[in-house]
């Protein structure tokens, strides 16, 4: 299974918050919808084999984290926005809920999140401009395969730094891409590899 883990320091993590505001003053959350759509949809397809992680830092009850899984999820692109806000408004306080079949909300940081990865022994990358070319990485075919990734304003430097501890950071080529265009160039190199 692929994992996409997006991070956002200012991403609204209440429905409200994101009823009330436009997208981009929702602490650019249109920047999760795009990941979310490059990660998660094909031409006439789904990937089935791909959970899309949102991580929002944002006020006003930071952090939020959403799980999406590309094999239940049945929405239209058009919808995110929409999906997102219902996701946000439907949290209730200690637990982890399924809103919708294959969507799913709890309040989680990026590193509880990532050591779950690694205490499964699932394949955990950091993206990263100074990484490893994601070209001559080796990735299991055998494991869950996690990349995780920022906003414009990339991840928070005390994470970052903790996560370069223990896992391989890697780059996907010398120009500085979308988050979006970023989760197009990993699932294109995972899908040339048949991961």
Known sequence: MRHIIYFSSKAVTSGGALRKKDLMEAGRIDIAIHSIIQGLYLS???RKDTV???VF???PDPPKHIEIHGSKVKIAKKNIAKLLQKILYKYKEGERKEV???????????????????EK?????????NGKSIRDVDIENSKDV???LGDQ??????????????????????KTYFASQTIVIVNNELDFRNI
């Open 153 to 174: 304003e990339g991840l928070p430097k005390k994470e970052l730094r903790r996560m370069k501890k223990t896992i391989q950071p890697v780059s996907v080529g010398n």
């Open 121 to 129: 022994n699932s394949q955990v990358f950091v993206l990263d401009e």
């Open 100 to 118: 919708l079949p294959g969507c799913f909300v709890e309040k989680k940081s990026l590193l509880n999140i990532v050591d779950e990865f690694l």
């Open 146 to 148: 996690v990349f995780v």
């Open 52 to 54: 899309i992680h949102l």
């Open 44 to 46: 006439h397809d789904i």
């Open 57 to 59: 830092y944002g006020m």
